[in-house]
């Protein structure tokens, strides 16, 4: 048994160490029983980030269910529910740090129920460890997380395959697990992935080597995480500026001011830089830059700032601000590539609302030419409807343009989400342009003219 008075000598980071480190999002995915919140509730006890007091009700709920060590996925199964089914329903989020890095985990939901909040957890993640029990392997479920991963452009996967110590720790049962997994994920154009063996709930290769598996050499899982590369650098990205609030605050002390507020979803905005307005395709200079009520000459990602222009022109929000020459394609029709959340069906014709950034229009589904099959990554042709956790290629008609990027050129303006107008349900979350690498889109026909009812 792990002692239970370790965490006590772990001394918080300073200041000056936080700010010297750099950050990580990750998530974590995998099956029902798969052993995620136990992966994370180890991974936080043997770095030394639970605090005494939580530690302390984690054994005190074990004691009572009988059991004599810490059941530490209890450190992330917050909700009643998830403690008494044994299970995780909502996505638990926690942040923690070592002097190497500092992290953000978002511990996602394994059944394929609850699948959406898969959705939710990976889509900011620049790494995703997919969790696979090493006595069933890679199964229905492991392959749609890797899909999903993918389709979200997560750039770093990690496979632990977990509960080793059930398969005697063979090196065999391990490497064609692996092996398996990386031709699949591979194969959807996952940029790298990287195979750990362990044994989560002993500890085996999660932040400590393990002296049960010495043919492995490769990280802990700890170690890969603190060591893997990540970019935040979003300021060499398209600048792009949503719109989210006009002011114009008309008094005695600025009688002209009128400034267009939001957060910067990428790149960098310069005085004197010029810019168009999107959709109207109206053109101007930006004449100065208010950062928290002071001028500034620059501002990048993801500061949130007011721009003010020469000109003026007819801006609102949901307006793109984006560089002259650096423009988005703007249009009324879409395709794209969307994971059904809802629990109601999507079909073609239905009424919907799309959201991007800080835009919502009426819109309308017209096709769906296809459904990824999560086997064989082939497409089904015209299912005519998208299900739960289904994958499928829409073609969407707008009721008015949107200025909308490629999701493989920013996660940030080339992502959208589908919503009900009747009650303000998310239906589905989507990724313009072409899905995964590896993948054949399918041909997208034209959008049909007859919209009765929604005036577009």
């Known amino acids: 048994m792990t002692s239970t008075t370790e965490p006590d000598k772990a001394q918080p980071l300073s200041t000056e160490q936080l700010s010297a480190t ?5 998530a974590t995915a995998g099956s029902v029983d798969d052993g995620k919140s136990t992966l994370v509730g180890r991974l936080l006890h043997d770095s030394k980030s639970v605090l005494t007091d939580q530690l302390e009700a984690v054994e005190r709920v074990s004691l009572g269910r009988g059991q004599e060590a810490p059941d530490l996925a209890l450190l992330t199964d917050g909700l009643r529910a998830e403690r008494e089914q044994g299970i995780t329903i909502d996505v638990a989020y926690r942040y923690f740090a070592t002097p190497r890095r500092r992290f953000i985990l978002a511990d996602t939901p394994g059944h394929v129920q609850y699948t959406r909040n898969m959705v939710t957890g990976a889509s900011t993640a620049d790494l995703a460890v997919v969790l696979v029990d090493a006595r069933n392997g890679v199964i229905e479920q492991t392959r749609r997380h890797a899909a999903v991963a993918a389709l979200l452009r997560v750039p770093h996967v990690v496979l632990a395959v977990n509960k080793m110590d059930l398969v005697a720790y063979e090196e065999t049962v391990f490497a064609k697990i692996a092996e398996e997994f990386t031709a699949y994920a591979s194969e959807l154009g996952v940029p790298e992935i990287t195979a750990i063996p362990i044994s989560a709930l002993a500890g085996d290769n999660v932040v400590e080597p393990s002296s049960n598996m010495d043919w492995y050499g490769g990280p802990t899982v700890l170690e890969h995480l603190e060591t893997v590369p990540v970019s935040h650098d979003l300021t060499s990205c398209h600048a792009r500026l949503p719109v989210q609030y006009v002011i114009r605050p008309q008094t005695a002390e600025h009688p002209d001011y009128r400034g267009y507020a939001g957060q910067i979803a990428a790149g960098t905005f310069r005085v004197g830089e010029s810019v168009t307005v999107l959709p109207s395709g109206k053109t101007s200079k930006i004449a100065g830059i208010d950062l928290l009520g002071t001028p500034v000459d620059v501002a990048w990602t993801p500061q949130s700032v007011t721009l003010l222009l020469e000109s003026d022109i007819d801006i609102a929000r949901g307006d793109l601000i984006v560089p002259s ?7 009324q029709d879409i395709s794209a590539t969307v994971c059904h959340v809802a629990d109601t069906a999507l079909n073609v014709g239905q009424r919907v609302l799309l959201k991007h950034t800080t835009r919502t229009v009426k819109a309308i589904v017209k096709e769906i030419p296809s459904r990824l099959t999560l ?16 994958i499928g290629r829409v073609v969407i008609r707008t009721a008015e343009p949107i200025a909308l990027d490629t999701y493989a050129a920013s996660r940030r303006t080339g992502s959208f989400l589908l919503i009900d107008p009747a009650d303000g349900t998310t239906l589905a979350a989507g990724m313009a342009g072409e899905a995964f690498a590896g993948t054949e889109a399918a041909e997208e026909p034209q959008a049909a003219a007859d919209d009765e009812g929604w005036d577009f």
Do not use: C, E, K, W
Not at 22 to 26: A, D, G, N, V
């Open 22 to 26: 750099t950050l990580l999002r990750f």
């Open 325 to 331: 020459g650096d423009q988005p394609p703007t249009s």
């Open 375 to 390: 086997d064989d990554l082939s497409q089904h042709p015209d299912p005519g409807v998208l299900v739960a956790n289904d």
